[in-house]
T-cell receptor, first 115, second 114 residues
Framework: SQTIHQWPATLVQPVGSPLSLECTVE??????LYWYRQAAGRGLQLLFY??????ISSEVPQNLSASRPQDRQFILSSKKLLLSDSGFYLC??????????????FGPGTRLLVL | DQQVKQNSPSLSVQEGRISILNCDYT??????FLWYKKYPAEGPTFLIS?????DKNEDGRFTVFLNKSAKHLSLHIVPSQPGDSAVYFC?????????????FGQGTILTVHP
């Protein structure tokens, strides 16, 4: 079965410091991968998605970047964090359930607090 | 521009009764819709989806209804259970699949009282 991992689970970083969040997927090959952010009290906002190694689409101009160095690895980065980067970051992949319904599966998330 | 809206921030229901969560969308290109359930500090869990070629989809206690002319969908949970208490998000996509950009609503907090 497919599983998706994210780490770290929680991160507290000072303003201006760099960031690297990692996401890996097991049990599938060539998945579409996504990074979302949920700011406090708000819905999920798509940040980046990738259809293959080295292929990244950015949805929202911002202080963050993404990379996909391997088929099942997706990394979210920043060179200098801002206070507004605080939030709950979720990685997801697209797949089809046994019954035929397509969905995006989400990882457990990383809570980032920038102070 | 909020293309997917969940206008009720919260909903409180008695155990055993029906919970109805609503979602409106403005983009007529959306043709695939999903509902997710989310507990605090966890990733969303997929509940049910519906394609625009249907107006209803059922899975156990969960039923999603789609009214394309009104650009409205709803999630019915019958009977509601205390374990259903969570934040519920609707999401929409164009292209008939979940691949690509999902646009999410703001979420509705459902509380089911014993």
């Amino acid at each position: 079965s497919q599983t998706i991992h994210q780490w770290p689970a929680t991160l507290v970083q000072p303003v201006g410091s760099p960031l690297s969040l990692e996401c890996t997927v097991e049990g599938t090959s060539n998945p579409n991968l996504y990074w979302y952010r949920q700011a406090a009290g708000r819905g999920l906002q798509l940040l980046f998605y990738s259809v293959g190694i080295g292929q990244i689409s950015s949805e929202v101009p911002q202080n963050l970047s993404a990379s996909r160095p391997q088929d099942r690895q997706f990394i979210l980065s920043s060179k200098k964090l801002l206070l507004s980067d605080s939030g709950f970051y979720l990685c997801a992949w697209s797949g089809k359930l046994a019954g035929g319904q397509e969905t995006q599966y989400f990882g457990p998330g990383t809570r980032l607090l920038v102070l | 521009d909020q293309q997917v809206k969940q206008n009720s921030p919260s909903l409180s229901v008695q155990e055993g009764r029906i919970s109805i969560l609503n979602c409106d969308y403005t983009n007529s290109m959306f043709d695939y819709f999903l509902w997710y359930k989310k507990y605090p500090a966890e990733g969303p869990t997929f509940l049910i989806s519906i394609s625009s070629i249907k107006d209803k989809n059922e899975d156990g206690r969960f039923t999603v209804f789609l009214n394309k002319s009104a650009k409205h969908l709803s999630l019915h949970i019958v009977p509601s259970q205390p374990g259903d208490s969570a934040v519920y998000f609707c999401a929409a996509n164009a292209g008939g699949t979940s691949y690509g950009k999902l646009t999410f609503g703001q979420g509705t907090i459902l509380t089911v009282h014993p």
